[in-house]
């Protein structure tokens, strides 16, 4: 090779590897801006990284907008949307709200035609072409929060100007900033005009409309109907307290699928003249609605019920009362007042002590007095502190909440929460199609099993599906998310619960193929296994049980749980002094994935021998505990986690329960102290998980003693009634050889 080639083969290739770095911005004013960054722009394309091409036309469209080459980046963007297509559901949508943009811009630099009348040409080639569902997913794109662009922007300014020169890395990175800040400033006030157009194209929408109730009430109800389609057709309906702008969009989502969107509102939401009351006439009110739909001109006769949490409860509260025109439901998360809140094991909850006036203070939604945490957390740290009954926190907080306090009124699942949702042999007449989704570590996955389990006790032939895996309250009826509260999901478990929404009421109200995901009635997914599994019934997802006693350590120091059953001598002593009222830890773990574990004051840790050989639990823990007590009462918990072979703590699920209402939440048997008992429990929470070799299962067994719940003296007087004065004596517990935790485990038959 000649000399002088070699020789320039050699700079090249140290040019390339010598770092570049790029010039920061010298004034961060808006004029100077607009003609700093195309400059730095086009240095950085002149530069390309060294990447996928994906990365590359990812940072090629934005250096593009910015240098002012609009038909270049229109080019990149429509190369780059089906590399990031590849595993989405819905195509064509990707970064389209920039290609709208670059559009418009070059119809302005080519014709000077003023931006928001070319955005009005691009708009309607780009999001206007789109069909109904697609469109309505691609309007999201535009809930944007300009302020904050805006900060982010500042910061990275502030950080250029202290850096002087920037990275490579550093510079494509302010270019983002600052072209996503000016796309946004352009384009929001521009396309609302646009999307309210759209809208009134593709559907007919009726707001504030009041359906009469038997007993002389209205109900506040939106609706949007397809505007293409003239033929009577199903309704997909959502009943709800929630008063806000989500209101309008359900209805719209499922015109855009097809259906007639109802959203109806507790009476008293909205428009609705009388006085907000949640849950006692919900029911009543849904199936006036549902008769009231069921006769319109549009209304091909059938309703399907959908929703989560609350509008959860009103589905199951409709179904308790039932009608002609009601052929299915999908609650998704839902609630089960008495069961969940606002008492979980008969437990008064304090999180949800501010729900009620967020709800009932006025026609929308109390959002600033229901957020402010500090406030709330400071109320119950007070009461905490003060030995205070738990009846006077309305008293400590200075403002009425009267509903609250009639719940509390009610601390036995007696006929004022059983006439809300199906109780027994109501559930044998539920025979329409039954869809529910939560998650393992939803915040009512215990009302949704309870749904369930009562479900198929009294009627084993019903059509009720049930879909679980590791999603919280919100995956559970909006979308899973990659990462929760630390772990990381299986890819399969990803779940978009709002498409699996409409291909349920396809098939059960135009008689579309069943969903894919329901190929039994429990659908779970098998968290660290990367897969789903299915079952006829909650007992076929474990076909066995482990028994792991809890065996104290002599020393005190590690206490294990073991297979074996320890000495018929061995006893436990567990003390709480309730006079006390440090701080201590909530019965729910905050993250799934911890690297510690923090034992609690008022209980003990227990540990497991490591697996010789992977094992997965699947389904509802169980537990036994022996002991003698010297009071008459005391509210227990016991979390379930799995400690990894390095040595991380996974949070599999947990109980909370009054020990005087474990045998049945609708009567109180209360201890007798002195005696030798025996409490019998179950999880409702269940779990799905494979445990590798060399993990070990923990369990925390401890007394449920902090600010955010009822504190249980153990008197047997009405908990909510006791104060200070009633601990003056600490609450004993000794554990008997007999207390173990069941665990249900699926393992592999042989072949």
């Known amino acids: ?11 090249a290739t140290l040019a390339k590897a010598a770092p570049a770095d790029f010039a920061s911005p010298a004034s961060e004013s808006p004029q100077a801006l607009a003609k700093a960054m195309p400059v730095l722009a086009r240095a950085l394309l002149k530069d390309p990284p060294d990447e996928d091409l994906a990365t590359r036309l990812g940072q090629r469209f934005r250096l593009q907008l910015v240098s002012g080459d609009f038909l270049g980046a229109v080019a990149s963007l429509r190369e780059l949307r089906p590399l990031l297509e590849v595993n989405s559901a819905t195509k064509g949508i990707t970064f389209l709200q ?21 955005l009005r040409g691009a708009f309607e080639r780009t999001f206007g072409a789109l069909e109904d569902p697609v469109a309505l997913d691609a309007r999201g794109m535009f809930r944007f929060d300009l302020e904050r662009a805006r900060r982010e922007l500042d910061t990275r300014l502030e950080e250029a100007r202290e850096a002087g020169r920037l990275t490579r890395a550093q510079a494509v990175e302010l270019v983002r900033h600052y072209q996503v800040h000016q796309v946004f400033q352009e384009l929001l006030p521009a396309s609302e005009p646009l999307w309210a157009q759209d809208e009134a194209r593709r559907y007919v929408i009726e707001e504030d409309v009041l359906v009469p109730t038997p007993d002389g009430a209205r109900v506040s109800v939106t609706l949007a109907r397809p505007r293409r389609t003239q033929a009577p057709l ?66 091909d006769g059938q309703v399907g019920m959908f929703g989560g949490s609350y509008e959860g409860f009103t589905q199951w ?161 909006h979308a899973s998310s990659d990462e929760l509260m630390g772990y990381r999901i299986d890819p399969v478990a990803r779940l978009d619960v709002h498409a699996l929404r409409y291909q349920w009421l396809e098939h059960v109200l135009r008689q579309g193929p069943l969903p894919a995901l329901l190929k039994d009635r429990v659908n779970y997914q098998v968290m660290g296994a990367n897969t789903w599994k299915h079952a006829p019934d909650l007992a076929g997802v474990s076909n066995g049980a482990v028994e792991l006693f809890l065996a104290p350590s002599a020393t005190g120091t590690l206490h294990r749980l073991t297979t074996a059953a320890p000495a018929a001598s061995t006893r436990q002593r567990l003390r709480v002094d309730f006079k006390d009222r440090s701080p201590g830890p909530h019965y729910e773990p905050s993250d799934i994935v911890s690297k510690t574990l923090e034992a609690p004051r008022d209980g003990v840790v227990y540990v497991g021998e490591p697996l010789t050989q992977a094992l997965e639990v699947s389904g509802l823990f169980s537990g036994r505990l ?3 007590t010297n009071k ?78 009822q504190l249980n003296l153990g008197t047997g007087k009405d908990v909510s009634d006791e104060r200070l004065a009633d601990a003056k004596t600490p609450l004993d517990i000794t554990f008997l050889p007999g207390s173990r935790l069941t665990l249900p485990v699926w393992r592999q038959p042989a072949p």
Not at 111 to 118: D, I, K, N, Q, S
């Open 632 to 709: 008459k009462d005391f509210d227990f918990y016991v979390v379930l986690y799995e400690r990894t072979a390095k040595g991380e703590y996974v949070y599999l699920s947990y109980v909370l329960q009054r020990a005087s209402h474990v045998e049945e939440r609708e009567k109180r048997r209360l201890l007798v102290p002195g005696k030798r008992q025996r409490l019998t429990f179950q999880s409702g929470r269940m779990t799905s998980r494979r445990l590798e070799v060399g993990s070990q299962v923990v369990a925390v067994v401890a007394i449920n003693k902090h600010a955010q719940s």
């Open 234 to 299: 199903p309704t997909a309906m959502s009943f709800t307290i929630y008063a806000n702008a989500f209101n309008k969009q359900e209805a719209v989502r499922s015109a855009a699928h097809g259906f007639v969107g109802v959203t109806a509102l507790t009476r008293g939401k909205r428009n609705s003249p009388e006085a907000p009351v949640p849950f006692e006439h919900d029911g009543d009110d849904a199936i006036a609605v549902i008769d009231w739909v069921s006769r319109q001109p549009w209304s």
């Open 98 to 118: 920039y290609e709208a943009h670059a559009l418009a811009k070059q119809a302005q630099a080519e014709r000077g035609t003023p931006y928001a009348e070319a």
């Open 317 to 477: 509260s409709a179904a308790k009362r039932g009608h002609p025109a009601l052929k299915a439901i999908m609650p998704s998360v839902p609630v089960a007042p008495g069961i969940d809140v606002p008492m979980q094991g008969n437990v008064f909850q304090g999180f949800f002590y501010r729900w009620p006036r967020y709800v009932t203070l006025d026609k929308g939604l109390a959002d600033a007095d229901y957020f402010d945490g500090a406030r709330w957390d400071a109320l119950h740290e007070r009461w905490y502190t003060s030995g205070e009954p738990y009846r006077a926190l309305e008293r400590l907080d200075g403002r009425p909440n009267p509903f609250f306090q009639r719940w509390l009124g009610h601390p036995t699942y007696d006929a004022y929460w059983r006439k809300m949702i199906p109780y027994r042999q109501e559930f044998a007449r539920i025979r329409i199609p039954v869809l529910t989704t939560t998650g393992y570590y939803d915040g009512c996955s215990l009302s949704a099993m309870y749904y369930l389990t009562e479900h198929l006790k009294h009627a084993p032939d019903a059509r009720h599906y049930f879909v679980i895996g590791p999603y919280d309250h919100m995956g559970g009826q």
């Open 1 to 11: 090779m000649p000399r002088a080639l070699l020789l320039t083969l050699l700079l």
């Open 626 to 628: 022996d002991f003698v």
